[in-house]
């Protein structure tokens, strides 16, 4: 599906306040009620909208130790990836996975509630996973811009 200007004003709004009414949405973006809340069904159908979610201040809940871990593996084979992918659903602490180019194969974030359980989750997990040949940890001093919204704007 390519979003055209409305459908990506609609999600701009959507994530600017996910708990905006249709209403409130179709007067932003210049729709009447109806086509506003098809459009947005039809986005939800699609696949676009994943689902509706709060933006939480980790530091508010004592989370405020945030690293990005870059894992290089033992070997690219297929069973290697999956044990990986497996021991990382059970890590609550790592809150996002993404493979990357370069030295390393995966790039983690980390956040948890202070640096002895980041060493933890390091040291006494992540290098324990038998597929794990490499760690390298950046500990995040501050956080400049953090990502929220996507650039949707420019969709179009």
Known sequence: MKPDRIDA??????????????????NDVGLSGTPCGRRIRQLEDEGVIQGYTAVINPSKLGLNVRAFVQVRLVRHTDDNIQQFRQELEQLDEVVSCDAITGDYD???????????????????????????????????????????RLPVAHLT
């Open 9 to 26: 004003r609609i999600l701009s709004e959507l994530q600017k306040d996910g708990r905006k009414t249709v209403v409130d949405i179709a």
């Open 106 to 148: 995966f790039l983690l974030q980390i956040i948890t509630t202070e640096l002895d359980t980041l060493s933890n989750v390091v040291l006494k997990k992540l290098l324990r996973i038998p597929s794990v040949r490499d760690i390298h940890s950046s500990i995040v001093l501050e956080s400049v811009k953090r990502f929220v």
